[in-house]
């Protein structure tokens, strides 16, 4: 039995496997078919949408990126003009603080030299106080001394004192006379 089915199927023409049979052509064209309507109607439309949004959604980053490239720019504009204006603002401020050290230098030079000068004259006062005072002093004494030793000398005391001070401002003035030549 065996033996006559293989006769028999060797009788008939032999299908080609490559090429399906015509019913199933049929039945995979017609599932094709109802699959390409169902992707065109219904996938692709919600695969457009979806690409639509992303690219929309691309586009208002990229916008919203410029707009903020746009804004770093201008505050960088800004902060670089403000650093240009507080770099001016410092040199001006650095040149008027040399100024007015060196108005304060002058005037503590122009204090110390009129206090050095008051110091001096003041000085210079009192040593001309002070002289007066030694030569007065200096003068009573020689006075005195002139009279005892004249007083000695003569043998008698010389009591008349507009006298005796006209006689020892005579010598004195001789004696500074005297001196004033050298």
């Known amino acids: 039995m065996l033996n006559a089915l293989v006769t028999t199927l060797a009788a008939e023409e032999a299908p080609n496997p490559?090429?399906?049979a015509w019913y199933d052509i049929i039945w995979s064209a017609l599932w094709f078919v109802v699959i390409l309507?169902?992707?065109w109607k219904v996938?692709?439309?919600r695969f457009t949408k979806v690409l639509d949004e992303r690219s929309a959604a691309i586009e208002g980053n990229i916008a919203k990126a410029d707009e903020?490239?746009?804004q770093a720019e201008a505050?960088?504009?800004e902060y670089t003009r403000q650093l240009a204006e507080a770099r001016?603002?410092?040199g001006e401020i650095r040149e008027a603080a040399r100024e007015d050290g060196k108005k304060?230098?002058?005037e503590a030079k122009e204090t110390a030299t009129a206090e050095a000068a008051r110091v001096t004259a003041t000085a210079h006062t009192q040593i001309e106080a002070e002289r007066q005072a030694a030569?007065?002093?200096l003068r009573s004494e020689v006075g005195t001394l002139a009279l005892d030793l004249a007083g000695g000398v003569v043998g008698e005391t010389l009591s008349d004192d507009a006298r005796a001070t006209a006689v020892v401002d005579r010598f004195l003035a001789d004696l500074e006379a005297s001196e004033a030549a050298k």
Do not use: D, F, G, N
């Open 75 to 77: 505050a960088l504009e």
């Open 135 to 137: 030569l007065v002093s």
């Open 37 to 39: 309507i169902v992707v």
């Open 68 to 70: 903020a490239q746009k």
């Open 104 to 106: 304060i230098v002058a």
């Open 43 to 45: 996938a692709l439309p």
């Open 88 to 90: 001016t603002e410092a």
């Open 18 to 20: 490559l090429i399906p």
